[in-house]
């Protein structure tokens, strides 16, 4: 992977971790099973395949330990009324748990459908069931198609039906989720429905490809994400020969053909770039990023999927925002520069996209307001922000000119990582209820190191820059940080914590314990300060 991006840091420690497993995937066969339509309860989601007695056997897990919940897990089952169950007198096939999010549903949902592919000989009917996102889609079925599984053989469970047996083959594929809680794995069974796929579509004739989301978004009013900007990338890729095109407004064979037949494929990360598993080993797939985060999903699509990639850091957002919700700003960025540099052999002016950015900076600032905060004087509200907006990033000019920005993150219990913070702003919100049971610190780019551990019971073992310091499970009650030799001879670095009882702890520096008397914290705060010489 060709690496254009500001945490460079994140994104090769992904990198580095190899999904690939060697295992087989089982096959089970329950006799007189039960396959249950998934239900919503108590938000999570139960069914899936269960004995006669409901015992649960498989559904849809993220993890390979299968434990947990998470975004459209199916890990246990229901009990119902057995005169409410239809009885079909035939050995069924456990398709799996469908999510009809479309990018889910081609990276997550065929996890068992190798067994399909694996036995062309065998007809027995093929049992799915939905989780999200609107249930059934037809497009289910284009793909289905595509991979040369007959629709009389896909029934898509609505009420619970008890067969002779059926048969559940072992998911071939886990989620890579973040590094602390599972990192995913994907067996050489994983590939086989792409593979199906490809064997039915013929590759289209257009070598040079922009896949564009604007259509999209336009569709979609406050729903899902949202980015914007993408017009200065829609014309510079334009002008450079690569045909702009909306994937969701062709049939799905005809994506496919041309992802297929492409040699030169750019598009904003996401979903768009899902359709990198059907690429060509040869193939440049240019993905252009709508967040700094780092993403174990696209590193696994890298590691599992054969592609040469280009990863081009574009985000220009200045608000909070996320990759999967997120209101997304993009442009012209050091990175970007730097990539055009490489790749078209061109220099890039600073002000390339001021045609198209001022323009959509007042929508996504109008945007990101009416999805996020909420005010009863609107415009006055929205100047205010821009002001504000205007000041913090000369602040953050200021700062930052002569060294990096120090920058901070932090975990809490419910498995989850806040958005990087900046010196002096608190990690968390502080009225919340999450304890803090983990947190890494990292700079803006490279300057000197940083060490620093957490006590939770006793003190942890030092880490250094980047990596986490804590265990899942166990809240924080207090805190070490203190810089390498060469930053500690320029620089105090300090920290307080904030507790629940809603109070600050005093301010503690340059490695000095920070303890709360077993108080747990919700939020911290830390600063550089540069020394007087």
Not at 304 to 311: I, K
Not at 388 to 414: A, D, F, H
Request: glycine share 8%.
């Amino acid at each position: 992977m060709n690496l254009y991006v500001q945490d460079r840091r994140a994104w090769q420690e992904l990198l580095s971790r190899k999904r690939f497993s060697e295992r087989v995937p089982a096959v089970r066969v329950v006799k007189r099973g039960i396959v249950l339509p998934a239900r919503k309860l108590d938000d999570v989601w139960a069914g899936g395949v269960c004995d006669k007695n409901f015992k649960f056997v498989a559904g849809y897990s993220r993890r390979e330990d299968l434990s947990g919940g998470g975004f459209a897990c199916v890990c246990s089952s229901y009990a119902v009324d057995k005169k409410n169950i239809t009885r079909l007198d035939e050995d069924v096939i456990f398709g799996g748990s469908l999510i009809g999010h479309f990018g889910h549903f081609m990276l997550e949902c065929w996890t068992r459908l190798w067994y399909v592919i694996e036995h062309p000989e065998r007809r027995e009917k093929i049992l799915f069931i939905t989780t999200t996102h609107g249930g059934y889609h037809e497009w289910f079925d284009d793909f289905f198609r595509l991979m040369g599984i007959a629709e009389d053989r896909i029934l898509y469970v609505k009420e619970p039906v008890q067969c002779r047996s059926v048969i559940v083959p072992e998911q071939a594929h886990y989620v890579p989720e973040h590094l602390r809680y599972g990192l995913g794995s994907f067996t050489k069974e994983f590939l086989l429905p792409y593979q199906a796929i490809k064997a039915h579509v013929k590759p289209g004739k257009v070598k040079r490809l922009y896949l564009t989301q604007t259509e999209f978004n336009k569709s979609k009013g406050l729903k899902g994400s949202h980015c914007f900007n993408e017009e200065y990338f829609e014309e510079f890729f334009a002008a450079r020969g690569f045909e702009v095109v909306s994937p969701e407004l062709l049939p799905i064979e005809e994506q496919i053909s041309l992802i297929m037949g492409a040699d030169e494929i750019a598009a904003t990360m996401g979903t768009l770039t899902h359709w990198a598993t059907f690429c060509k080993p040869t193939a440049n797939f240019i993905m252009l990023t709508r967040t700094h985060a780092a993403l174990p999903f696209q590193t696994f699509i890298n590691e599992a999927f054969d592609f040469n990639c280009y990863l081009v850091d574009v985000s220009k957002n200045f608000l909070y925002a996320e990759q999967t919700l997120g209101v997304c700003m993009i442009g012209s960025t050091r990175h970007w520069k730097k990539f055009v540099a490489d790749y078209f052999g061109e220099r890039i002016e600073e002000d390339d996209d001021a045609l198209y950015f001022d323009a959509a900076l007042n929508k996504y600032l109008n945007f990101w307001c009416r999805r996020y905060p909420s005010a009863d004087r609107l415009e006055l509200w929205l100047y205010s922000l821009k002001s504000l907006c205007n000041r913090v990033m000369t602040l953050e000019q200021s700062l930052t000119k002569g060294r990096p920005l120090l920058r901070y993150q932090t975990y809490t219990g419910q498995n989850s990582s806040s958005a990087w913070k900046s010196e002096n702003q608190p990690s968390d919100d502080l009225d919340g209820q999450l304890s803090i049971q983990g947190i890494r610190l990292d700079f803006t780019k490279p300057f000197h190191d940083v060490y620093y551990s957490v006590h939770c019971g006793g003190w942890s073992k030092e880490v250094s820059t980047a990596q986490i310091s804590g265990t899942p499970g166990k809240s924080i009650t207090g805190l070490k940080i203190r810089l390498d030799e060469g930053g500690a001879k320029d620089f105090d670095i300090s920290y307080r914590a904030h507790q629940f009882d809603g109070t600050w702890s005093p301010w503690a520096k340059n490695g000095e314990e920070l303890l709360t008397s077993d108080l747990k914290i919700n939020a911290v705060q830390i600063k550089l300060e540069a020394k007087q010489k």
